[in-house]
């Protein structure tokens, strides 16, 4: 009954630095989404792959490039890494049908210092 | 850009006592979803409402849906320390390509 898995938890990176949010989820949904979430600021959406082969940018997208490598697996790549970045991130999927909730995993907190 | 408030942003109460949180939009949705974090995890999805007026009941956990489609509210009744946690609303609007906006959130601490 895994859901939604994402991986690492916890990561501190150096500016400049680059690297890879794997998420993956095993419920068959064919919405995935990612979210970062600062503090008094809330879920903020970076992007989202409604469905197999397609991404699109949703509100804060700058600095991050995303994967649909399957129906299963999204990724999120910070190709450089800025204090800016410092959040938590979490991947989310959904069906497209009702009832629409998501399910959300446990997140990753990242700091780039 | 559709907006989504919620209020308060804090809440501490007792044991025991009720409260309510309300969730009001900028623009009509199609359905609203609420969800409960708690420190260190994801948001956990409570319930979603799809039809003006709905009324959904979780245990002690009312969720209302306003008739037009605008706003929404989630009332605990006699509220326990299990209750403690960080309640957001997202709403889906009908131009959103399936995609939720959440609100802030409301930050409730129940003492025991």
């Known amino acids: 009954n895994a859901g939604v898995t994402q991986t690492p938890k916890f990561q501190v990176l150096k500016t400049g630095q680059s690297m890879t949010l794997q998420c993956a989820q095993d419920?068959?949904?064919?919405?995935m989404y990612w979210y970062r979430q600062d503090p008094g600021m809330g879920l903020r959406l970076i992007y989202y792959s409604a469905s197999e082969g397609t991404t699109d940018k949703g509100e804060v997208p700058n600095g991050y490039n995303v994967s649909r490598l399957n129906k299963r697996e999204f990724s999120l790549r910070l190709e450089s890494a800025a204090p800016s970045q410092t959040s938590v991130y979490f991947c989310?999927?959904?069906?497209?049908?009702?009832?629409?909730?998501?399910?959300f995993g446990s997140g990753t907190r990242l700091t780039v210092v | 850009t559709q907006l989504l408030e919620q209020s308060p942003q804090f809440l501490s109460i007792q044991e025991g006592e009720n409260l309510t949180v309300y969730c009001n939009s900028s623009?009509?949705?199609?359905?609203l979803q609420w969800y409960r974090q708690e420190p260190g995890e994801g948001p956990v999805l409570l319930v979603t409402?799809?039809?003006?007026?709905e009324v959904k009941k979780l245990k002690r956990l009312t969720f209302q849906f306003g008739d037009a489609r605008k706003d929404s509210s989630l009332h605990i009744t006699a509220a326990q320390p299990g209750d403690t946690g960080l309640y957001l609303c997202a709403a889906r609007y009908n131009t959103n390509a399936g995609k939720s906006t959440f609100g802030d959130g409301t930050t409730l601490t129940v003492k025991p």
């Open positions: 409402v799809v039809t003006g007026g």
């Open positions: 623009s009509v949705f199609s359905s």
């Open positions: 419920m068959n949904h064919n919405s």
């Open positions: 989310a999927s959904s069906e497209r049908a009702p009832p629409y909730g998501y399910t």
